[in-house]
């Protein structure tokens, strides 16, 4: 019984999508560690940061999926998610909420005092974001903000301070993550018009949407450009930036206005390839180095 409660649960917050914000937060741990300290982090920083990241999305999911229970119902796209189906009580979500946040809280006390007085900034962002869509179209960007924490969260856990660059990282995670939900936001414009609920897509129309998306994208590889100018990395973190760039070109091929049925493709596959690539060239470019 409480196996598959927690299966259901996993199901929910689709926990393996977790790899989109990990990788990042990984690289804002290593890469502030050597930049401020000149040393690579320790394991068990590395395993903080990990347990920080995994129950800071765990709680963001379940709340969103709690707040948007009664619109996930009547969306004929979500109301087979777990709680509208009744797979899933709102005491047992709210549990696991207040675990998940305990959790992080745990995992931040470990790290350092910054970490753990940046919290409740970090939480109201993850509770701004599941109410966003019901009054600004910035909802996206909100969304970007909150998983921009996961790297600028790595960089403070293990260096306590925050610098240009880790701004730079924190924007660059932000405008990313606003240009890929704006592209899976498409899949619901119709109904978001017909309910009145805000999204790039419902106030601009899937065309532009997807103009807009391209254009955050393009801004995300200016960033990790202006990174790699900026910083001691070098050709190994330039060739991950072409590596990524031409991901998130594919992305963008396989979704067009009057064609959306390849956007799960777009959206959960080449977006964690992307964070997994950018993640694996950043550290090979610091082995190297």
Not at 97 to 105: G, K, Q
Not at 137 to 153: D, K, Q, S, Y
Not at 196 to 216: D, H, T
Request: with cysteine; hydrophobic share 60%; proline share 3%.
């Amino acid at each position: 019984m409480v196996f598959n409660k927690v299966k259901i649960i996993l199901e929910m917050i689709k926990f393996e999508h977790s790899i989109f914000a990990l990788p990042f937060a990984f690289i804002g741990a290593v890469l502030g560690n050597i930049i401020i300290e000149g040393t690579w982090p320790t394991w068990g920083e590395i395993f903080w940061v990990t347990i920080a990241m995994v129950a800071a999305r765990s709680a963001a999911m379940s709340l969103n999926r709690l707040i948007d229970r009664v619109i996930d119902a009547k969306n004929p796209r979500t109301a087979k998610r777990a709680i509208p189906a009744g797979l899933l009580s709102v005491t047992e979500v709210l549990l696991f909420i207040i675990v998940s946040f305990l959790v992080l809280f745990v995992a931040a006390w470990q790290l350092n005092p910054l970490a753990v007085k940046l919290l409740p900034l970090a939480v109201f962002v993850l509770v701004l974001y599941s109410y966003c869509k019901r009054f600004t179209w910035l909802c996206h960007f909100i969304l970007g903000v909150a998983l921009g924490f996961g790297p600028l969260g790595g960089w403070i856990a293990t260096t306590g301070q925050v610098n240009g660059t880790a701004m730079l990282l924190f924007f660059t995670v932000m405008i990313w993550t606003a240009g890929f939900d704006i592209i899976y936001a498409c899949q619901d414009t119709e109904f978001d018009v017909k309910e009145g609920l805000y999204s790039v897509p419902s106030r601009f129309g899937i065309k532009n949407a997807l103009i807009i998306a391209r254009f955050c994208h393009l801004l995300t590889i200016l960033g990790l450009l202006l990174m790699y100018m900026t910083t001691n990395l070098s050709v190994w973190f330039l060739v991950g930036i072409i590596a990524g760039a031409a991901i998130l070109f594919y992305e963008h091929s396989q979704v067009k206005h009057n064609d959306l049925s390849k956007i799960e493709i777009a959206f959960f596959a080449m977006n964690g390839i992307f964070s997994v690539v950018i993640c694996c060239f950043t550290v090979l470019d610091l082995v190297i180095l």
